[in-house]
């Protein structure tokens, strides 16, 4: 067979950067290496892998079939690479949404970081969207998610239950209305609502709780981060339905207050993914199992968030 994996890597970069020049930069190789290995791979496939559009070169219907397949086996290539290694160094990638990567990863990368001194954690944060692209597209081994995954090529796994709190400032006007009894949807419907962005997972989410109760909200404001929103309604700006691991500290020290209601008690399931085919080496699955232990302490109150 004439594949190489060399070719496969190129292929991937110049789907990324849109030109061979580009790609050429990103490798390293020199650009007439990277046209001439794109050429050798299209041959070889006997098809053409790209439609060229001026100096861009955009994928077309036989290089978007082939992507999935490149993808996985470059990502299998670097995981036995690291598993065989000599340097015994654990690399991990993770790729949480914002209140899990904010809130919960710190202490479970801490932890897992005691008992694995040799361990390198790369952590990046985004929206629930950004998480499932990354482990779609093999940019990241693990994901950590707050909202629903849609992507059929990726594996979750339930992970962590999180409480959801309906919470205001103390003298906010439902926070007073509260003292003299559980709010009804009515009154909660009619007040401003702070929520994250379209894509956040904690706004699908919050929305998928809410509206089967409240059936609408009558104003809404986004806030485009967790803090940014428990601020904003420890200020009074309005009331949120945040994670209990958001506002923990705003409610110890009487910043903010959960609000209590007639509605049942609002929880989501936080999710683990990772791609259908990613090989999962041993120091991966050792981080998997680890914070499965580290849900289960959480959930028992024996780690400290």
Not at 36 to 51: G, I, K, M, Q
Not at 55 to 60: A, D, I, P, T, V
Not at 219 to 245: D, F, H, W
Request: proline content about 4%; hydrophobic content about 45%.
């Amino acid at each position: 067979m004439q594949l190489t994996l060399r070719q496969l890597e190129i292929f991937q970069a110049i789907a990324l950067c849109g030109t061979t020049a580009e790609a050429a930069k990103r490798l390293p190789l020199s650009q007439s290496a990277t046209s001439s290995a794109l050429l050798e791979l299209e041959s070889t496939l006997n098809v053409r892998l790209f439609d060229r559009v001026g100096k861009r070169l955009l994928l077309n219907d036989s290089g978007r079939a082939l992507m999935p397949a490149a993808l996985s086996l470059l990502d299998g290539a670097r995981t036995v690479e690291a598993s065989f290694g000599s340097s015994g160094v654990i690399d991990l990638k993770l790729f949480a949404s914002t209140t899990i990567g904010n809130y919960l990863l710190p202490a479970l990368i801490a932890n897992f970081n005691k008992l694995n001194s040799s361990a390198v954690v790369d952590l990046r944060i985004g929206n629930t969207l950004d998480a499932v692209a990354a482990v779609r597209d093999f940019e990241t081994d693990l994901g950590f998610i707050e909202g629903p995954c849609h992507a059929s090529d990726v594996q979750i796994v339930p992970w962590l239950e999180d409480e959801l709190l309906i919470v205001a400032a103390p003298d906010h006007a439902l926070a007073t209305l509260a003292r003299r009894g559980r709010l009804s949807a009515e009154q909660l419907r009619g007040a401003l609502w702070l929520m994250r962005e379209p894509g956040s997972g904690t706004r699908e989410t919050v929305e998928q709780v809410l509206l089967p109760h409240l059936v609408q909200l009558s104003s809404v404001m986004t806030i485009g981060s967790p803090e940014a929103i428990k601020n904003a309604a420890a200020e009074g700006l309005g009331i949120s339905c945040v994670s209990r691991y958001v506002v923990q500290d705003f409610l110890a020290a009487r910043r903010l207050v959960a609000l209590p209601t007639k509605l049942p008690r609002l929880t989501r399931r936080l999710m683990l993914i990772h791609h259908a085919k990613k090989l999962l080496s041993a120091p991966l699955s050792s981080f998997i199992a680890h914070a499965k232990r580290f849900a289960d302490a959480t959930r028992h109150q024996d780690f400290e968030i």
